[in-house]
């Protein structure tokens, strides 16, 4: 499950990073700044808590968990 966990948090910060990377083709980020969207911060500072929430949450972790059976119900 851990890997699982990090292979998200991956995903998440790859998502931050292309939003700063995607906002233009011909100018630097310190160019445009960052308050040239102001949706921007608001969902860049949502996805670190999302995922965080997500994770620390104790049924995400246990509700995809593989299971082992019991002996006696294999014949």
């Not at 790859?14 to 310190?30: G, H, K, N, P, V």
């Not at 040239?36 to 995922?51: K, M």
């Amino acid at each position: 499950m851990q890997a699982t966990t990090i292979t998200f948090a991956d995903i998440v910060a790859c998502q931050i990073s292309t939003a700063f990377a995607a906002r233009t083709d011909d100018a630097s980020l310190f160019t445009i700044g960052l308050r040239s969207n102001p949706r921007l911060p608001w969902g860049i500072a949502f996805e670190p808590v999302f995922t965080a929430a997500v994770a620390i949450r104790p049924r995400s972790r246990t509700s995809s968990a593989p299971r082992r059976s019991a002996r006696h119900s294999w014949p």
